[in-house]
């Protein structure tokens, strides 16, 4: 297929932070795995480029619907000095988006599709993991795809979601086909692209965070897309209290219908006193950071673990921030806690777990709060930097 469209592409200066040295995946001028550290004055504009062609082991999709992530919100977002928020792997320039669903149209004659076993013919209809990773450095070869040593993160560093096609390699496709028997057409389209960021929450707090046994305590902070699909994952995983400390009324509402029973406001109340009270005393056996301000919350989670009667706590972080948190070594080797880093979605069954709970009734839709044009995606991204009535925003097609 041959031609141009539309992208919504992002563009930055490269301009390392003074005493910042690059490390030895960054490539000059190009790519940084600290973005924060080296890239100012970003913005996003929508041009036309060339229909991408697939090689032998990939696909072209027909993008049909593509969610804002707030990784896109803080690329765009800067500090005083002009640096974006975000932290991770960027390079720029490239088109943005990463929570896509869509049509594959092509195939190159090595794209095998893993529903089928075979190669894809066209008209299957799929989602996306967001890492490509390699498959063939160290630690992909353990396992851990999510950490790849070449890894590439579509819609952040090489081109994305927020375009009419977009050319992926097969092997990170998974099929919407179990979605077919529950929700219709439209719907599967938006639920496609709300399996990426619902795997960040799934990697987070049943691998990472190791999971929890039925009956336990889960707190989770912050109401994001990401918090609020663990409390329907941790939900459903068996916890006897879902806690979630949310400010914003709109998304602690939301928290409600995706199986959190208590919601926390910290503006108004104590967190420490109200997370002890609603547990008995007890504590949780997981916390989800997914705030992005570790130095606010982590110190009221510690607190929590020291006065509490449980032990065996796990911290995950799942947030991206460039903070220190501010821990006491103390608190974890007395309470036999645990705090643990998480990234990422890829592997470990992730991707085709998620899609089976939303076909058995694990309904993400609610959290899908507005639909916007590929026209539209520009201005609400940067509108999402201080509007936080909008849960997701989801570009339709």
Same mark, same amino acid.
């Given at each position: *297929? @041959?031609?141009?469209?539309?992208?919504?592409? *992002?563009?930055?200066?490269?301009?390392?932070?003074?005493?910042?040295?690059?490390?030895?995946?960054?490539?000059?001028? +190009?790519?940084?795995?600290?973005?924060?550290?080296?890239?100012?004055?970003?913005?996003?504009?929508?041009?036309?480029?060339?229909?991408?062609?697939? #090689?032998?082991?990939?696909?072209?999709?027909?993008?049909?619907?593509?969610?804002?992530?707030?990784?896109?919100?803080?690329?765009?977002?800067? $500090? $005083?000095?002009?640096?974006? !928020?975000?932290? #991770?792997?960027?390079?720029?320039?490239?088109?943005?988006?990463?929570?896509?669903?869509?049509?594959?149209?092509?195939?190159?004659?090595?794209?095998?599709?893993?529903?089928?076993?075979?190669?894809?013919?066209?008209? @299957?209809?799929?989602?996306?993991?967001?890492?490509?990773?390699?498959?063939?450095?160290?630690?992909?070869?353990?396992?851990?795809?999510?950490?790849?040593?070449?890894?590439?993160?579509?819609?952040?560093?090489?081109?994305?979601?927020?375009? @009419?096609?977009?050319?992926?390699?097969?092997?990170?496709?998974?099929?919407?086909?179990?979605?077919?028997?529950?929700?219709?057409?439209?719907?599967?389209?938006?639920?496609?692209?709300?399996?990426?960021?619902?795997?960040?929450?799934?990697?987070?707090?049943?691998?990472?965070?190791? %999971?929890?046994?039925?009956?336990?305590?889960?707190?989770?902070?912050?109401? %994001?897309?990401?918090?609020?699909?663990?409390?329907?994952?941790?939900?459903?995983?068996?916890?006897?209290?879902?806690?979630?400390?949310?400010?914003?009324?709109?998304?602690?509402?939301?928290?409600?219908? *995706?199986?959190?029973?208590?919601?926390?406001?910290?503006?108004?109340?104590?967190?420490?006193?109200?997370?002890?009270? !609603?547990?008995?005393?007890?504590?949780?056996?997981?916390?989800?950071?997914?705030?992005?301000?570790?130095?606010?919350?982590?110190?009221?989670?510690?607190?929590?673990?020291?006065? %509490?009667? #449980?032990?065996?706590? =796990?911290?995950?972080?799942?947030?991206?921030? $460039?903070?220190?948190?501010?821990? =006491?070594?103390?608190? !974890? /080797?007395?309470?036999?806690?645990?705090?643990?880093?998480?990234?990422?979605?890829?592997?470990?069954?992730?991707?085709?777990?998620?899609?089976?709970?939303?076909? $058995?009734?694990?309904? *993400?839709?609610?959290?899908?709060?507005?639909?916007?044009?590929?026209?539209?995606?520009?201005? +609400?991204?940067?509108?999402? /930097?201080?509007?936080?009535?909008?849960?997701?925003?989801?570009?339709?097609?």
């Amino acid at each position: *297929m @041959e031609g141009k469209m539309k992208a919504v592409r *992002m563009y930055a200066d490269w301009d390392p932070r003074p005493g910042f040295k690059l490390g030895p995946k960054d490539i000059e001028g +190009r790519q940084s795995y600290l973005g924060s550290k080296v890239w100012r004055n970003p913005k996003i504009v929508i041009e036309e480029v060339d229909i991408p062609v697939p #090689g032998d082991d990939e696909v072209l999709l027909q993008v049909k619907a593509c969610g804002i992530c707030g990784t896109d919100v803080h690329m765009a977002q800067t $500090d $005083d000095e002009g640096y974006m !928020l975000y932290p #991770g792997l960027t390079g720029f320039p490239a088109t943005l988006g990463h929570e896509l669903s869509g049509v594959v149209v092509e195939s190159g004659k090595n794209a095998y599709d893993k529903n089928t076993n075979k190669p894809f013919k066209g008209g @299957e209809w799929v989602c996306t993991e967001e890492m490509l990773w390699c498959g063939s450095c160290k630690p992909c070869a353990d396992g851990y795809p999510n950490h790849c040593e070449r890894l590439d993160e579509i819609g952040i560093n090489i081109d994305g979601g927020f375009t @009419e096609y977009i050319k992926l390699p097969a092997k990170v496709l998974w099929s919407l086909d179990p979605l077919k028997n529950r929700y219709e057409e439209k719907d599967i389209f938006k639920l496609g692209a709300f399996v990426e960021p619902t795997c960040v929450a799934y990697n987070a707090v049943i691998e990472r965070g190791g %999971g929890i046994r039925a009956g336990d305590n889960v707190v989770i902070l912050g109401g %994001g897309p990401v918090g609020l699909a663990a409390c329907a994952i941790l939900k459903r995983s068996g916890a006897a209290r879902v806690i979630i400390s949310e400010p914003e009324a709109g998304r602690a509402k939301l928290a409600k219908q *995706m199986g959190a029973d208590f919601v926390i406001n910290p503006l108004k109340e104590s967190f420490v006193e109200r997370v002890l009270e !609603l547990t008995n005393g007890m504590g949780a056996a997981l916390y989800l950071e997914a705030t992005g301000l570790p130095t606010i919350v982590y110190p009221d989670i510690e607190q929590v673990i020291w006065e %509490g009667k #449980g032990l065996n706590s =796990t911290i995950v972080v799942v947030a991206r921030a $460039d903070a220190k948190i501010p821990v =006491t070594g103390e608190v !974890l /080797q007395v309470r036999r806690a645990n705090i643990v880093g998480s990234q990422g979605h890829s592997g470990h069954g992730n991707f085709p777990r998620v899609i089976e709970c939303m076909a $058995d009734g694990m309904n *993400m839709l609610p959290l899908i709060t507005s639909e916007i044009t590929l026209d539209e995606v520009p201005e +609400r991204t940067i509108r999402l /930097q201080t509007d936080k009535d909008d849960c997701k925003v989801t570009c339709i097609m």
